[in-house]
């Protein structure tokens, strides 16, 4: 997995929260983060099969984070990942998660916007997510083009979404979608799955 850009970090009075690359030191708060947010059972859902195993797209992997006294807290996370969808070069967001206490600053908005132009920077043409259309929309998601794509497991239809970065980027997407990203290296998919099985505190 290539290393991830370190970026500073400077919060201010009139900024909350800032967002920043995901760094090495985040994956424990993030993954009780997702735990908190979808449930110990999430490693079960479908999209997880487009994630397991892989690495996030180059760049593509962020953390939302706030001051708590002292200390700089991760409050949201947002990953996007390779795909072919249905033979089409693709990414897949998510999961976004956002710590319950901070869900009306913005959080989850911001690192939304903040990965899909990091995604139009890097050149990528398309990106699809499962997810509720309502809340999406307003993102520029809808189902126009993913009527013709599966994922592999069970899911509704109508929470199959899609966005062009690039005009006509998921044209001709149809069948089963894949990932297509690069491997984690054993070492890393070890500590990934220990640090899934620690313990939380309530």
Sequence with gaps: MTALQ????????????????????????????????F?????????????DGRAPAEGLAFSAVRRDGLKHRLVGT???WHVSAGGVPALVL??????????????GAALMNHALAAAKRRGHGAVILLGDAPYYARFGFSSLKTGELSLPGPFEHDRLLGLELRDGAL???????????ASLPKIQANLLKKTRAIPQAA
Excluded: H, Y
């Design 94 to 107: 998510g999961p976004l998660a956002v710590d319950p206490s901070c869900r009306k600053l913005g959080v």
């Design 171 to 181: 044209n001709g997407a149809w069948g089963m979608t894949v990932p297509a990203g």
């Design 39 to 51: 449930g110990e059972n999430r490693q079960m859902r479908t999209c997880q099969r487009l994630r």
């Design 6 to 37: 370190e970026t500073p970090v400077v919060l201010t009075e009139t900024a909350p929260f800032v967002i920043r690359a995901e760094r090495a030191s985040d994956v424990v708060a993030r993954e009780a983060l997702l735990d908190a947010c």
């Design 78 to 80: 947002l990953r996007l």
